[in-house]
């Protein structure tokens, strides 16, 4: 800057025009201005870059969640491609493939009150001292009588009581095992000792896939067979028109004689529902004979029955309560049962299956078992 002598000086020369600044100083006020400019600027920026930052980073995240959603819909849309590209070139279930099941009861038979006449079997050779010659057979139901005294004893209701608590887990256990693999053949390969001279009762005969086996394996003297549902029956009397030793009959057992309408289930046909005393409309009529009674007029007294297999959705607690209260079951070299336990139409099928355990081991022994699935029993007179 001027001192004050020069300006004076020239304050006089220049009649008082104001100070007059040098080019330093002039440069000085220049870059101070700029500065002050500069942090103004700075100030706006500070803000004014944040919304515009946060708008930036909203924008981005939009546009990547956009992308991943159509990423997303692309690889549904290729996973839903690739299944039913699988489902069509797939072959249908097996069930989709059968025919329908049609029920062909009705008509005469389902009007019928009477069952088919059963047969009184003539073995050709009698098997114990207790049977006697083909003459005496008209006195087989005399033979055949009430269990004296049926009731368990306490030791039996204490087994009883055991089998009941661990149901759950042996029902488990026993279902699990005989499905797995190839064990449930077990049904059709543990008969050994049949011969060409048994006698088989088949309670349940259902298509007469385990009575083939049975019948080219041991060809036995006398292969009877119950098949209560007549579209069942019928196919059976065709398989077997060729089998001289096989009996067919269009009717189960229970615990008296009765005509049931059930409904078909299975993709065959191949198992009945639960059992309905009534005429609803849709159902097949079934008819049962008083299991006692059939055993009577099949001669049972008069000879034994190497192998009774019983299998009828549920019938084998009727069928078998009933031979225990009888002497019918000295009869019976061996008993094979499947057991059905979780049908509606069963009462207390825990206890029933519990209380015929121990029934049974008065006179028989378990030769398998599969507990509440399959088993088999054989009378401890018989040497194995």
């Known amino acids: 800057m001027l001192s004050p002598e020069e300006s004076d000086r020239h304050s006089e020369r220049t009649g008082g025009r104001g100070p007059v600044f040098s080019t330093e100083d002039w440069t000085g006020s220049v870059m101070e201005s ?8 700075s100030l706006k920026n500070v803000l004014i870059k944040p919304p515009v930052m946060f708008g930036n980073v909203l924008k981005r995240g939009m546009q990547s969640t956009r992308t991943l959603l159509l990423t997303t819909i692309f690889l549904l ?5 690739l299944q039913l590209r699988n489902i069509l ?11 329908k099941i049609i029920c062909i009861e009705y008509g005469a038979s389902s009007n019928s009150s009477s069952l088919q006449v059963v047969k009184q079997i003539q073995p050709t050779k009698f098997q114990s001292s207790r049977d006697a010659n083909a003459d005496d057979l008209k006195k087989c139901k005399e033979r055949i009588r009430k269990t004296e005294n049926d009731a368990l004893s306490k030791y039996e209701i204490s087994g009883k009581e055991a089998c009941v608590s661990t149901s759950a887990m042996d029902a488990e256990k026993g279902h699990t095992e005989f499905w797995t693999d190839d064990t449930q053949y ?5 008969h050994s000792y049949l011969t060409s001279a048994s006698i088989i009762l088949d309670i349940g005969g259902n298509v007469g896939d385990d009575a083939v086996v049975l019948l080219n394996q041991y060809f036995p003297q006398k292969y ?6 007549t579209l069942l029956y019928r196919s ?23 005509k049931f309408l059930v409904n078909i289930e299975g993709t065959e046909g191949d198992a009945t529902s639960v059992f309905k005393e009534s ?15 059939f055993f009577i007029e099949l001669g049972i007294g008069c000879f034994e029955v190497d192998l009774i297999t019983i299998n009828c959705e549920g019938c084998e607690f009727a069928v078998l309560e009933a031979i225990l209260s009888t002497n019918v079951i000295n009869f019976l070299r061996n008993i094979q049962f499947a057991t059905h336990m979780k049908l509606d139409h069963l009462k207390n099928p825990v206890e029933r299956y519990c209380a015929i355990q121990q029934k049974l081991a008065r006179t028989h022994k378990l030769t398998y078992q599969y507990k509440f699935t399959w088993e088999s029993w054989r009378r401890k007179d018989i040497i194995d």
């Open 77 to 81: 849309v290729i996973v839903i491609i």
């Open 89 to 99: 070139q797939s072959e249908p279930p097996k069930s989709v493939c059968r025919p």
């Open 186 to 190: 077990i049904r059709r390969t543990h």
């Open 236 to 258: 059976l009397l065709k398989r077997f028109a060729d089998k001289d030793n096989v009996v067919i009959y269009n009717f189960g057992l229970s615990t008296k004689n009765s």
């Open 224 to 229: 009877v067979m119950l098949e209560p549902m």
């Open 34 to 41: 700029h500065r002050h400019s500069h942090q103004n600027a």
């Open 279 to 293: 005429d609803a409309i849709g159902s097949c009529p079934l008819f049962v004979m008083n299991a006692t009674n």
